[in-house]
């Protein structure tokens, strides 16, 4: 059975700052991998997704993540924080194909705080 | 291209109700997930319907059943509600790799 960790449920970092989210994943074969955002109150916002050979990918607002198979890992990154950045972050795994990428595993979130 | 709608936003219950949420996908997506938001055990996906079938099935229990129409709307049912009920429900609809969701429905059992 496929799972996601986030290591950190909340993390704090002050404007301007590195964003960095971790999240590690346990799959049989290399799944896709998905990073969302979640504003209170509201539904999930993909940020970026991870589906075929380029392991560096980019999403919407800055943010990117990096595949690397070898450590199961798919951690989110953005150089520089801003305030509007905070919002709870969602790691999410899926298999490939055959109708069953449409269910998605997800990671316990982390809760991001942004200071000024 | 109008997004993935829920409806109602704010349900209120009473333990051993029933409820009927309701999700109208994004047009030309045949494929709509639903998932169950609480504090306590996160995102968990309860079942996804593809042109009118059950094609995936999370671990819950059969209280929780769904179905979807010939346009794609889908509709999810809990009878005998229970208090550990209570949570955000999410709906998604898909084309291919990349799920978009819905606002959410509110559910809250007393």
């Known amino acids: 059975a496929q799972s996601v960790t986030q290591l950190g449920s909340h993390v704090s970092v002050s404007e301007g700052a590195l964003v960095l989210l971790r999240c590690n994943y346990s799959?049989?074969?290399?799944?896709?991998l998905f990073w969302y955002v979640q504003y209170p109150n509201q539904g999930l916002q993909l940020l970026l997704k991870y589906t075929s050979a380029a392991t560096l990918v980019k999403g919407i607002n800055g943010f990117e993540a990096e595949f690397k198979k070898s450590e199961t890992s798919f951690h989110l990154t953005k150089p520089s924080a801003h305030m509007s950045d905070a919002a709870e972050y969602f790691c999410a795994v899926s298999d490939r194909g055959g109708g069953s990428n449409y269910k998605l595993t997800f990671g316990k979130g982390t809760l991001l705080t942004v200071n000024p | 291209k109008a997004g993935v709608t829920q409806t109602p936003r704010y349900l209120i219950k009473t333990r051993g109700q029933q409820v009927t949420l309701s999700c109208s996908p994004i047009s030309g997506h045949r494929s709509v997930s639903w998932y169950q938001q609480t504090p306590g055990q996160g995102l968990q996906f309860l079942f996804e319907?593809?042109?009118?079938?059950?094609?995936n099935k999370g671990n819950f229990p059969g209280r929780f059943s769904g179905r979807q129409f010939s346009n794609s709307r889908s509709e999810m049912n809990v009878s005998t509600l229970e208090l550990g009920d209570s949570a955000l429900y999410l709906c998604a609809s898909s084309l291919d790799t990349e799920q978009f969701f819905g606002p959410g429905t509110r559910l809250t059992v007393l």
């Open positions: 319907y593809f042109s009118e079938t059950q094609r």
């Open positions: 799959s049989s074969v290399p799944p896709y």
